[in-house]
């Protein structure tokens, strides 16, 4: 497969992730979105819609890699490269375990997944992005990378500011339904798609000679 198949490939997977995410805003009511984050979704009724969102921006991450695979060969981008081979595994792990409770140890899977992927997906972006970045072939995307990645940045500082606010210092306690942060964690995933969706927009539409 070509990189501009691939991009577009993987485009539509994580189009279809957040496809899936708003509908279960509608199918699953019962989830205050502002207090819930979207794992939970996975408790519910139509639990394996939220894996199948899970497993969808994780193809959307292989999706970039293979896009822009040959597109630098810069430290930076090599260690960003096999980051975001384990931001994959970690979406396709979150999909397989359940954020149960009382916890076990799938749950406990499952935070160390939802971790990886909260916490390190703008150390990846900003790895990869300015490896990108540094390419002549990309220098017309220079901006686009730079506005994606302080975006995701945004998205990150916006939920874990929150909890700071609200003086959580540990994973969150489920059984409280009152720790308004799920439009946060809504907002930082979409924040982290837009990155994807920005990368792949570029390789697919734009053709980068190299990408």
Same mark, same amino acid.
């Given at each position: 497969m070509n990189s501009r198949n691939c991009a577009r490939m993987g485009l539509a997977a994580v189009a279809s992730f957040l496809i899936l995410l708003a509908a279960l805003h509608f199918i699953e009511p019962a989830?205050?979105?502002?207090?819930? &984050?979207?794992?939970e979704y996975?408790?519910?009724?139509y639990g394996w819609v939220m894996s199948l969102a899970f497993f969808s921006l994780g193809v959307?991450?292989?999706?970039v890699l293979c896009s822009t695979w040959n597109a630098s060969t810069v430290r930076r981008a090599l260690i960003g490269r096999w980051w975001f081979v384990v931001i994959?595994?970690?979406l396709f792990g979150a999909g397989i375990f359940y954020p149960y409770t009382p916890p076990n140890l799938a749950s406990a899977i499952h935070g160390l997944c939802g971790a990886i992927v909260i916490a390190t997906f703008p150390i990846a972006?900003?790895?990869?992005?300015?490896? &990108?970045a540094r390419s002549k072939d990309w220098m017309a995307a220079r901006g686009l990378l730079r506005w994606a990645t302080v975006l995701v940045w945004v998205g990150l500082l916006s939920f874990a500011g929150s909890t700071v606010?609200?003086?959580?210092?540990?994973?969150?306690d489920r059984s409280d339904p009152n720790l308004p942060i799920g439009w946060q964690n809504r907002f930082m995933i979409v924040?982290?798609?837009?990155w994807l969706m920005?990368?792949?927009w570029q390789v697919a539409f734009h053709n980068p000679r190299r990408a």
């Open positions: 989830f205050d979105a502002s207090k819930r &984050l979207i794992s996975e408790l519910g009724r959307g991450v292989l999706a994959a595994a970690a972006a900003t790895l990869y992005g300015s490896a &990108l606010v609200l003086g959580i210092s540990k994973p969150v924040t982290y798609s837009l920005a990368v792949m």
